[in-house]
């Protein structure tokens, strides 16, 4: 079992479908990441679990719904979307915890969801 | 603030050549540097990382990279290009230690192509 776990590899949907992204990590981390890929742009953080609870939303808009039940699970959720959040989502986990020793650990990335919004 | 800027989107050398992805970073802080590599159709991986030790970092496949702080620069090298290599390059700056990886900034990434 790869360490970061993303399912699916590929998504199409509507702007008017509600669908979500899982992943799931079995590296023992506590900290758990979504970032969005697009084309000519630099790696944008979208949401950041530690220890289950979020502790960064980067402006996110509310059509992207995290949640993360447990420090192994987490997904995000997608209703009403637009063409232009066409990418690719990766998931990404790190130690975390809060200890000085954990930060800028290393992150640990899925393979990520090609999302296509038609 | 923080920012880091990769000279060159595509990068193209012979198999064998000398391997050069040049970046620069700002930060008002000391930073954490990193490089990561994205090979198709994966996720990123960890290549190496400056974190106020060694100025000369070795990574993972025989790359390094250098931390200059006069010249405000972490570019990675590797003496002699393999195929394998093909992928993408991402430099990424954290603003300090006390900072998390809520904090890392990406550069918009460099495409290794190998030439055989």
């Known amino acids: 079992e790869t360490g970061v776990t993303q399912t699916p590899r590929h998504l199409v949907m509507g702007m008017t479908n509600k669908k979500s992204l899982k992943c799931e990590q079995h590296?023992?981390?506590?900290?758990m990441y979504w970032y969005k890929q697009s084309a000519k742009k630099p790696l944008e953080l979208m949401f950041v679990?530690?220890?289950?609870?979020?502790?960064e939303n980067n402006s996110v808009p509310s059509r992207f719904s995290p949640e993360c039940p447990n420090s192994s699970h987490l997904f995000l959720h997608l209703h009403t979307l637009q063409p232009e959040d066409s990418a690719l989502y990766l998931c990404?986990?790190?130690?975390?915890?809060?200890?000085?020793?954990?930060?800028?650990?290393?992150?640990?990335f899925g393979n990520g969801t090609r999302l296509t919004v038609t | 603030a923080q920012s880091v800027t990769q000279l060159g989107s595509h990068v193209s050398v012979s198999e064998g050549a000398l391997v050069l992805l040049r970046c620069n970073y700002s930060?008002?802080?000391?930073?954490?540097l990193f490089w990561y590599v994205q090979y198709p159709n994966q996720g990123l991986q960890l290549l190496l990382k400056?974190?106020?030790?060694?100025?000369l970092v070795k990574g993972i496949n025989g790359f390094e990279a250098e931390f200059k702080k006069s010249e405000t620069s972490f570019h990675l090298t590797k003496p002699s290009a393999h195929m394998s290599d093909a992928a993408e390059y991402f430099c990424?700056?954290?603003?300090?230690?006390?900072?998390?990886?809520?904090?890392?900034?990406f550069g918009t990434g460099t495409r290794l192509t190998i030439i055989p």
């Open positions: 930060s008002s802080v000391p930073p954490y």
């Open positions: 590296l023992g981390h506590n900290a």
């Open positions: 990424a700056v954290s603003g300090a230690p006390n900072f998390g990886n809520e904090k890392l900034t």
């Open positions: 990404a986990s790190s130690q975390g915890g809060g200890a000085p020793s954990s930060y800028n650990s290393p992150l640990h």
């Open positions: 400056y974190t106020s030790a060694a100025t």
């Open positions: 679990y530690n220890f289950k609870e979020q502790t």
